[in-house]
C-alpha cells in the first residue's frame, strides 16, 4: 500500500454543552398501594458543534495523532510503507520514507509547527510532550522515538539491534511495544513501567501485536497464535513489581477469530489510536 502522493482532510473541531432542565415531581395516581414513594426526574440533553478548523495533507491511510489537550495534531503527509513494513514483517520494505508534519491549534485555527522527512512512520500513540514514531532501518531493526510538539531532535525511546514496534504510552508514562529479533518472525511483548520492565517472551508459534493501555494502566493485545487471533487483557497493580510468574495467572484470553493476521490486528486497534 504505497502511496506517492498526499490528499487533503479537513479537521473538525467539537464543542459541547450540557444543560439541564428543571427538576419535576412525576404525578401519582391514587389508586397506587399504599407507601408508594413520588419519584423525581431530571431531565438532561447534550448540545454539540463542530467548526472546520482547516484543511491538512495526509496519506489517506494513517489516522492522526492528537496531544491529550488537542493542542497539538500530527499527520503522516507521505509515505512508501506497505503492509509488510507497517506490520513490520521480516519482508518488510529495505528503505522506508515518509514526511510527517504536526499543527498547533490556536483560536480555532491550524498552524504549521513541524515538517520531517525521512525513515519515519507516525506512531500510535501520542502525550503532552510529543508523539510516536518508527523508525525501520536498512538492516531490518527498527526504533521507536518520540518527537516533541516543540520540534527539535526526536528522543528515542528504544534502538538497538532487534525489530521494536507498535508501540504506545500509558497514563504514567508506561511504554508498550512489540519486539522481535531480525531472524524471526515472532514478537514479544514489552512493557516499561515506573515500576520496571516486564516481557512476555514469544514462542516459537505465537506473537504478541498492538498493544494498548487502558485509563488505569491495565494492557489490552492481540495474541496471533497458528491463524487464531485472541484478545488479550493484563491487569497491572500500580506500586507493585510485577514478573512473568506474577502476571501469567492474571492474564485473559478470548479467541476473536479464527482467521487472524497481523494485518487485522493492526486494523482492530487502529480506531484505539491517537
Known amino acids: 500500500m ?4 498526499a490528499v487533503s482532510a479537513s479537521l473538525l473541531l467539537g464543542g459541547c454543552e ?7 415531581k412525576l404525578m401519582v395516581p391514587d389508586s397506587l398501594p399504599p407507601g408508594t414513594g413520588v419519584g ?16 491538512i495533507p495526509n496519506d489517506a491511510f494513517t489516522l492522526p495523532l492528537v496531544s491529550p489537550d488537542g493542542r497539538f495534531i500530527a499527520v503522516q ?76 531532535e526526536i528522543e528515542w525511546l528504544v534502538r538497538d539491534d532487534a525489530v521494536n514496534a507498535f508501540a504506545v504510552l500509558g497514563p504514567r508514562g508506561e511504554l508498550a ?11 514479544e511483548l514489552m512493557i516499561d513501567r515506573p ?10 508459534d505465537h506473537s504478541w501485536l498492538c498493544p494498548r493501555f487502558d485509563g488505569a494502566g491495565n494492557l ?15 491487569p497491572l497493580m500500580q506500586g507493585r513489581e510485577e514478573d512473568l510468574d506474577s502476571l501469567l495467572p492474571a492474564l485473559r484470553l478470548r479467541p476473536v477469530t479464527l482467521r487472524g493476521s497481523a494485518e487485522r490486528a493492526f486494523l482492530a486497534m487502529t480506531p484505539a489510536d491517537g
Do not use: C
Open 40 to 55: 423525581a426526574r431530571s431531565d438532561s440533553f447534550l448540545r454539540v458543534s463542530l467548526e472546520p478548523l482547516g484543511e
Open 77 to 152: 503527509v507521505e509515505s512508501n510503507a506497505d503492509w509488510p513494513t507497517l506490520t513490520a514483517s521480516p519482508n518488510q520494505a529495505k528503505k522506508v520514507v515518509g514526511r510527517i508534519a504536526w499543527y498547533e491549534v490556536v483560536s480555532g485555527t491550524l498552524l504549521p509547527r513541524g515538517d520531517r522527512v525521512g525513515p519515519l512512520m507516525l506512531g500510535r500513540s501520542a502525550d503532552s510532550t510529543g508523539f510516536l514514531v518508527e523508525s525501520p532501518a536498512p538492516d531490518g531493526s527498527r526504533a521507536i522515538g518520540r518527537m516533541p510538539w516543540s520540534g527539535g
Open 177 to 187: 511495544w512489540s519486539r522481535r529479533p531480525v531472524a524471526s518472525r515472532f514478537f
Open 220 to 234: 489490552f493485545a492481540w495474541r496471533l497464535h497458528d491463524g487464531t487471533l485472541a484478545a488479550g487483557f493484563l
Open 18 to 24: 450540557r444543560e439541564f432542565r428543571r427538576e419535576t
Open 2 to 5: 504505497a502511496v506517492a502522493g
Open 195 to 204: 515500576e520496571g520492565r516486564v516481557s512476555f517472551t514469544a514462542s516459537a
